[in-house]
């Protein structure tokens, strides 16, 4: 992190603790684990009951895997009729009639997993109920990141601040943030194992919390890391980058492979090999040796052939691929293998025209 000022480590059951403040006041906790491989193994959250707000596709997942690896489900609330018939069915579990119901079954962990323009009033109502709970003096589950004995609620969005469970903090609960960088659109019974390998944010005010966070993401087989509480919105939109809008670009260019005449029928199965040994060789070689393709070669008359070609078939998508071959750019000139010069010269090529919709600075060729 840039610009470090002071450091000071607060030591944990398992974890070395690093509080950093940066240049302009901002502080991240970072974490150095001393977790063993293997730790938490599947039986490590036996005996940590938990419950779920909001029982749509993550939730139903993260349940479903969490009892597969011990952990005991006392009940789950979810706000349509459609979600409670899935979950339960996933489940197999009856819906609780209301979040006080919930707390009443005294759950060591409660799932927070709704919509990011609920979770204000859901924590709300969730607080409500828990200062009506007396607290318990008991921690259950052998991981080695110990369970405290205060409740611990847990929301799951990516742009959400952890404040946004303050309510519940208020009345004594410990809370974090926790959110798995994967998406979710399975059938919740495929879910036992849709955790292991993946990413899990963690956003946690108090070090135990976040400790049990990462227990947590470990038990379940994923790979968990820190991000601090002004991060969250930055790294929510890349990951809305990273996921959402790959759909969409694949989206693009079925459409241009259907103006191609490609058969309808069969268009994804002839270019999605294409998009899957791309995301190969992003992930053998990086993001900038696995760029190849025109602009990575220097092929100005092929990008002008796109250009013309787009502009007499479908203009709509013309934009769009003007922005992504300028972003590009910084790729082929970061490459060092074709001249800046040339570089230059496809940038005004793919600028041209673009000025109204997409407004570059100079300083953006990636020319430098």
């Known amino acids: 992190m840039a610009g470090v000022g002071t450091s000071r480590s607060i030591t944990a059951t398992s974890h070395v603790w690093y509080l950093l403040e940066n240049w302009n006041g901002r502080c991240a906790i970072m974490v150095e684990p001393r977790v063993k491989e293997g730790a938490c193994s599947p039986l490590a959250l036996k005996g940590v009951s938990f419950a779920v707000i909001g029982a749509g596709r993550l939730g139903t997942s993260l349940a479903v895997a969490l009892k597969a690896r011990g952990a005991p489900l006392v009940g789950f609330v979810s706000h349509s009729l459609e979600g409670r018939i899935r979950a339960s069915a996933a489940l197999r579990l009856a819906p609780a009639s209301s979040i006080a119901e919930l707390v009443s079954l005294a759950p060591r962990m409660i799932l927070v997993t709704v919509p990011d323009d609920a979770l204000s009033q859901v924590a709300g109502d969730l607080a409500q109920a828990l200062a009506q709970i007396p607290p318990s003096g008991t921690s259950g589950g052998s991981c080695r990141a110990p369970v405290p004995a205060a409740p611990i609620v847990i929301h799951s969005s990516g742009v959400s601040s952890v404040q946004v469970l303050a309510p519940c903090r208020e009345v004594g609960a410990l809370t974090l943030a926790f959110h798995p960088l994967q998406t979710f659109i399975g059938a919740a019974t495929a879910a036992e194992r849709s955790f292991e390998g993946i990413a899990v944010a963690i956003t946690a005010q108090e070090p135990s919390a976040a400790e049990f966070g990462f227990g947590v993401a470990r038990a379940l087989g994923a790979r968990p890391f820190l991000l601090d509480d002004g991060d969250r919105a930055l790294y929510h939109?890349?990951?809305?980058?990273?996921?959402?809008?790959?759909?969409?670009?694949?989206?693009?260019?079925?459409?241009?492979?259907?103006?191609?005449?490609?058969?309808?029928?069969?268009?994804?199965?002839?270019?999605?090999?294409?998009?899957?040994?791309t995301l190969d060789n992003l992930a053998a070689q990086g993001t900038v040796r696995a760029l190849t393709g025109p602009l990575a070669r220097g092929d100005e008359l092929t990008i002008q052939k796109h250009l013309s070609a787009l502009t007499l078939s479908t203009s709509s998508l013309l934009p769009l691929y003007r922005v992504l071959g300028l972003t590009t750019l910084d790729l082929v000139s970061q490459a060092g293998e074709v001249p800046p010069a040339v570089i230059d010269r496809m940038y005004r090529l793919l600028r041209d025209e673009a000025a109204e919709s997409t407004p570059l600075e100079t300083n953006d060729r990636g020319t430098s």
């Open 237 to 277: 939109a890349a990951a809305c980058v990273a996921s959402n809008y790959l759909v969409t670009l694949e989206a693009s260019a079925r459409k241009l492979f259907l103006e191609a005449g490609l058969p309808h029928d069969q268009v994804l199965d002839l270019f999605l090999p294409l998009v899957r040994s």
